[in-house]
């Protein structure tokens, strides 16, 4: 592969992993949400869903 298919390429990958990584982080804030509507501590299994993402929870504005 030519240094200029690779570079083609690694872009491409590159906007693809962003566009995931913006996908992920939105789902990640949806199931925060929902979990902050109720009142109490969430179950388990939504904190382990929010945990398995991987992501960070902070808001960069």
Known sequence: ????????????????????LERLKAHQRTLILAMAEHDGLPAGSALRQVAELGLPTANKA
């Open 1 to 20: 592969m030519s240094a200029t298919a690779y570079d083609d390429y690694s872009a491409f990958m590159s906007d693809k992993l962003n566009a995931l």
